[in-house]
Nanobody, 126 residues
Framework: VQLQASGGGLVQPGGSLRLSCAAS????????IGWFRQAPGKEREWVSC????????VYADSVKGRFTISRNNAKNTVYLQMNSLKPEDTAVYYC????????????????????WGQGTQVTVSS
């Protein structure tokens, strides 16, 4: 079971990046997939989540309207499209898989996720 995050890089403020989270060894559609980020000296912060099966989505207030999470089941991959990037978005971004079936609450805590990708660095700077 493995998650591979990719797509990070250096971008100017206002720019865009698309992160990918590819799964191997399990069917990603069976899990809720979340994106987290961690800036230097800060705790890991939940960013967004897409539910299993229905593909419902939810976002942290700090990224709402700028980031979009999506899933391609044929490629067993989840994406995070990040637009209008700000310097405060600079962090290592991680994708993770949670077995929680979303009914009324979303998995937003680190402990609710069983599998983690290795992280990809996003730097927003001029």
């Amino acid at each position: 079971v493995q998650l591979q995050a990719s797509g990070g890089g250096l971008v100017q403020p206002g720019g865009s990046l698309r992160l990918s989270c590819a799964a191997s060894g399990f069917i990603l559609d069976y899990y809720a997939i979340g994106w987290f980020r961690q800036a230097p000296g800060k705790e890991r912060e939940w960013v967004s989540c897409i539910s299993s099966r229905s593909g419902s989505t939810v976002y942290a207030d700090s990224v709402k309207g700028r980031f979009t999470i999506s899933r391609n089941n044929a490629k067993n991959t989840v994406y995070l499209q990040m637009n209008s990037l700000k310097p405060e978005d600079t962090a290592v971004y991680y994708c993770a898989a949670s077995p929680i079936v979303v009914v009324t609450t979303w998995p937003t805590a680190v402990y609710e996720y069983d599998y983690w990708g290795q992280g990809t660095q996003v730097t927003v700077s001029s």
